[in-house]
Structure formats: C-alpha cells, structure tokens
C-alpha cells in the first residue's frame, strides 16, 4: 500500500493491524503508525514477513522505482483535453484502462495516481477516482505556478544580486533580466512605502532574508544606493499617492486658456478699478499672487478695498484643471518643494495679480469711519491692475512711514479689537519658517507673525472673508461656511497670553465646522465666516468664490446638496496637505538640528507625562519629551535649558536632556 508523506508517495508493506491502525515499514526502512484513511492506495500484492526487513525494504524500493517508471507512459494533459469537456467523476479502474488498456495491474494504479499526484493542473482527485478542471480552473493553477516559480528565481538571483550591490559590487547575474532587476527594485520600494500591505510583501522579505539585508534601515540605505529615493526622498508623496505632476489634458486646458485670454473680454460687465492703486503683500518667494489691498480717502471716510483674483472666470467648473483641482484640494507647500492646485501657467501666470497686468476680480470695498469703524460695504466683479508688489519685508520697513501702510495697520488693530471684544481667541505664536537651497541644506528663521506686513494682511483678510461670508448669507447663497464653538478653556484674556499660554490654548480649542449655511466662528469672534481670498491655492476658497459670481450671473451656484458633497470629496485630500505640510517642516527642522547635537537650547515645561515631560523647544517650536532626571522636579511653564543628544530626521526622533 501507499501514502502520501511530505508532498512524496511513499510504498509500504503492513507489519501489523490494531483497532484501524496500521503499523507500516516503508521502502525508507522506517515504521510508523497510520489511521487506514491516510492510505492513498492499495493493492493484492503481499509480501512475506518473514523474508526478514532488509529483504522486504529492498522489494519495497523495486516496487517504488517500477511504478515511477511507469509514469512516463501517462499524458496527464491528452487526458484531460480529451476529457474536461465530461465534468464527471472518473474512477481509477477506468482511468488507469485509459492509460493501460492492457491487463492493469495494482502497479499501473499506482502509476496512475503518481502521475496525477504530480501534475495537479488538470483533474481533481481523491485516492479512488478524478475529476477534470475547468478551462478556466487550469488557466489559473498555470499562472500560479508561473508565478511561483518567477518568485523563486527573483528570490534567488534577486538575493545574490543585492548582497553584490550592498557590498558595493553589484553588477546583477547574467540570468536576470532587466524587466526582472526592474520587477525586484519595484518590489522592494512598496515593501519600504506599505510593509504588510504592499502585496509583494513576503516576496520582498523573501528577497532581502537571502541578501542578508535588514528589512528597515538596510532596506532604506540599499533604495537610496540603487537611486530609487533621493537621501531626502518625500515618502509621504509616495505613500498617499500625491500627484507632483498635471495631467496632459490639465496643461492642454491651462495653455489654451492662456492664448486665448482676451482683455477686452475680460472687461465685460466689470467695475474698472484699473485706477486705484493696489498693492500685494507676500512673501519673498511668492509667485501666485491671489490678493490686492487698496485704500482710498473719502470725504469723511476711508474706503478700503480687498480684491480678489476670479480664478472662476478662468477655471470653470467640471473642466480638466477643475476636476484636477479638486482632487488636489489645495497648494502643498514644503521647505524643499511646491505643489500647486493649478498648472503653473495659471497660479503663477493667468491667475495672478502681477504687477502691470489687467486681470478680472472679485472686490470688497468697504466704506470705514475715520475712527476705522465698518460703515457699509459691497461687492462687485472687477476688473484691476497691481501697482505695487510689496513685501513683509517692505511694509515692516515703511511701517511707520507709509500713508497707506500706516492705515492698513490702523484698520487691521481696530478690527482685530472688534473681534477679541467679540470673544476672539488670539493665538500668538512664531512661525518657523524653514527654507532648503539647492545644496540641500536647511536653513531655519524664526517669524514674528506680529509684524506690521504679516498683522495688517492676517486682520485684512479676516475682514474680507467675513464681509463675504455676511453677503453670500444675505443673498441666501450656499458656500462652505466654517464656524467653531466657544474653546474648552480660556487661559488668558484678549491678546495678554504669553506663550506659554498661547501653545496650551490651542490645544482647547474646538474643531471648526465646515457647513453649507452661516453659523458664529467663536474663535475668530464672528456671526459668520468663509475663506475666498486664496482661490489660487485653496479649492474650497474657489468654491466660495463662485458662488459669488453667481450672485452677480456670472456662474451657476452650487446647490446645497453640491455643497455638501464637495465638502466630503475635499475631506481627504486636505488631511494629507495637512500631513505632508507639516510631516516635511518637521523632517528639515529635524535634518537642521542633526548638526546641532550637544548644543544647549531654551525650552519650556509643557506637561508632566509618566516617564518624563512633554517640552517645547522655543527658538524651533518644536515639541520632545524629556526623561525624568533624578533630583529634579518641573512644573507646567518653568523655562528650562536643555541639551541636544540624538536626532535623526528619517526616523523622526528627537531626545534631549537637562542641562
């Protein structure tokens, strides 16, 4: 009789039977014990006992070697195509007359069951009858011991290949192809981006076992030495599948509209400010310029105007660039890298208020008191012409000096007054602003939101979103109003927190609200509120912005319902702008504080945690833990220095201690 032991027939002679189980010596001269059901054949054959064991095994081998033979005689596959199209079970007596028309015996059984045994892509089988596979079926069964068998020779080679390539001697073998080098890096970059959800996942670590690779920091010093990540590669872009590039029909679309932009069409219906002297105020680095402020000396009274850029007379809703943009919910911006919502030639070309230049507008021109008090207000589709185009830098150097700059600050105290009467949280804190030159080296400032440029912009700003968000709920317009309840807590009154104070109160504050009717914004002390003045870079400001320019005809509103699900469709891609924005900031204040270790720095006690305290870093506003030092005791707030001890930006790791 035979079973099967191993993935391997085995022949075996009964010694013994006890209570249906089988004491067995087999042709390897071993005993063992077997329930009859394990039995995968059996035939009239007997052998004498008492021939001795040695004799019995050697008969036994004889038997084996007799039976493999004879499977060279079977044609598994000309069986089956001449029997799949049955789909009937079909014993091993007429199976093996298939096979042995002539007189089979108990040996051409064997030779039948063995030869099924081994090529299992054809029929189903039990140990007394087959039954064909399905076309289909064996199609697949192929594939899969195609694929295994690629698996096994890129496990292999791949392995050998690597561990020349870590040892710095890494032509790869002859045998491997260059689609198989590219199948291997491929595999190997998804087991770094995904690990168990990468679904080459144990083929990968199959890979770098027989290299003798670490799957972590091997893994990632061998993509870097094979060029498939830069030393400072992103791989937040490559784990959510953030698209760097525009699509073929988006650059279309973007160049058609900028050769086909007529001014005089562009005019049409449109308020002509081309004579108010407006200025933009941005960063150095700034190219997409979205907003103008302009202000004006009435009789009586100032008139103030924030204007727009109608990026909706541009991009129209359900184009190739729109849909695009709405995929990519907004601008990403990182020290090292720009990734904006609509092709260059439009954010930074058509859409932009350059210096010079006419463009179409959405302005808010607000009538104020001389005590800078809101009077009235409208808006109104423009059509404008940038005068000056300003800086932070420039407008904190003429701060005291400029007529119109020194107004613009009075405007922007008195308003923000208004709103910290009104409940405001004001939160003030430095922005770091990390920048990365072409050597790939950080550079690190600290910004002082607080400036003149940066204050008047901010409170200017507010102002303007307010202003329409107050217009689009008179008009009864949907849009994508935002509001927050009252914070948890308040830690100090107006703008007299330190800072301290002002880290901890934003963690107590409540989550905004996205919603398509108007509701009370507590944080910035406001009935109601909207963001529509960066239409360049942020989708949800552009949808605001259109519904605007449906209240004066010039676009087709969103319904509610519209509203709505915008909301939900931008829901994920702002959670990954929010992720890489601050996942890159933090790498290259990471990668810049690596050069610092050993140096002393200010820091202050944030909280008490169990093994230790939570601390912010002040000259970086960074946040590390500190590990209990023995004799020393802190408190929320104390200002303490500490030492740099280890950072390693890759791993996001940071540790420090007193001293």
């Known amino acids: ?330 601008s990403i911006y990182m020290p090292d890298q720009k990734i904006p919502m609509l092709p260059a030639s439009l954010a930074e070309g058509l859409c932009s208020l350059k210096a010079g230049v006419l463009r179409p507008a959405i302005s808010t021109m607000v009538k104020l008191s001389p005590a800078f008090e809101v009077i009235d207000y409208e808006i109104v589709p423009s059509l404008v012409k940038v005068k000056h185009q300003l800086t932070y830098y420039d407008v904190n150097l003429v701060a005291g000096e400029h007529r ?38 950080a550079t690190v400032t600290k910004i002082n939101r607080e400036s003149p440029g940066r204050m008047l912009v901010s409170e200017i700003m507010i102002m303007a979103n307010w202003l329409m968000a107050k217009f689009l709920s008179a008009h009864g317009m949907p849009a994508i109003f935002r509001s927050q309840t009252d914070p948890r807590e308040r830690l100090y009154k107006g703008d007299e927190g330190t800072l301290f104070q002002n880290w901890m109160q934003r963690r107590l504050l409540s989550r905004f609200v996205l919603n398509n009717k108007a509701e009370r914004h507590a944080g910035l002390g406001l009935d109601c509120y909207v963001t529509a003045t960066s239409p360049i870079r942020k989708y949800f400001d552009l949808v605001t912005q259109r519904q605007l320019r449906a209240v004066f005809g010039l676009d087709a509103p969103y319904k509610p319902e519209e509203v709505d699900r915008t909301i939900q469709l931008l829901e994920l891609p702002m959670s990954h702008v929010f992720k890489i924005q601050y996942g890159r900031h933090r790498y290259w204040l990471l990668k810049y504080l690596e050069k610092r270790i050993g140096q002393k720095e200010e820091a202050i006690v944030l909280n008490k945690k169990r093994n230790g305290y939570q601390i912010l870093l002040t000259e970086y506003m960074i946040e590390c833990d500190l590990p209990l030092s023995s004799g020393v005791v802190l408190k929320a707030e104390d200002l303490i220095q500490i030492t740099i001890q280890r950072v390693n930006a890759r791993k996001d790791a940071l540790s420090v201690y007193i001293g």
């Open 1 to 330: 009789m035979e079973f099967i032991d191993r993935q391997k027939i085995m022949c075996a002679v009964v010694l013994e039977v006890k209570q249906q189980r089988l004491r067995l010596l087999t042709e390897n001269n071993r005993e063992v014990n077997l329930a009859a059901n394990r039995l995968s054949h059996r035939c009239d054959m007997r052998l004498d006992v008492a021939m001795g064991r040695d004799k019995m095994v050697d008969v036994l081998k004889e038997v084996a070697n007799k039976r493999k033979a004879l499977i060279s005689q079977i044609d598994v596959k000309d069986l089956w195509e001449v029997l799949n199209t049955e789909q009937e079970w079909i014993d091993l007596g007429t199976m093996t007359e298939f096979c042995f028309p002539d007189k089979p015996s108990g040996d051409h059984e064997s030779a039948v069951i063995r030869a099924f045994f081994n090529d299992r892509f054809y029929f189903k089988f039990n140990p007394d009858r087959f039954f064909p596979n399905s076309i289909e079926q064996v199609e697949r069964l192929l594939t899969q011991q195609k694929e295994a068998a690629r698996k096994e020779r890129l496990t292999e080679l791949g392995g050998d290949w690597l561990k020349k390539v870590s040892q710095n001697s890494g032509a790869p073998p002859p045998e491997l192809t260059p689609a198989e080098k590219s199948d291997i890096v491929q595999i190997l970059k998804a087991c770094y981006l995904f690990e168990k959800n990468s679904s080459d996942y144990a083929l990968a670590k199959g890979i770098l076992a027989r290299a003798g690779i670490d799957a972590e920091d091997g893994l990632w010093q061998l993509l870097v030495k094979l060029g498939v990540f830069d030393p400072d590669e992103n791989i937040d872009l490559h784990r959510l599948e953030i698209a760097v590039d525009f699509s073929d029909k988006a650059l279309q679309g973007a160049a058609e509209l900028v050769n086909s932009c007529d001014a005089a069409r562009v005019a049409g219906g449109r308020r002509d400010l081309t004579a108010l002297p407006l200025m933009t105020i941005d960063g150095q680095a700034t190219l997409d310029y979205d907003d103008a402020l302009s202000i004006e000396l009435g009789d009586g009274y100032y008139r103030l105007g924030i204007h727009i850029v109608d990026v909706g007379h541009f991009v129209r809703k359900g184009d190739p660039i729109d849909q695009e943009a709405l995929v990519r919910g907004s």
């Open 404 to 441: 119109d700059v020194v107004l613009l600050q009075d405007i922007a105290k008195k308003f923000r007054q208004k709103r910290l009467d009104a409940g405001a949280v004001q939160i003030s804190v430095p922005e770091i602003n990390v920048w990365v030159n072409e050597a790939r080296e």
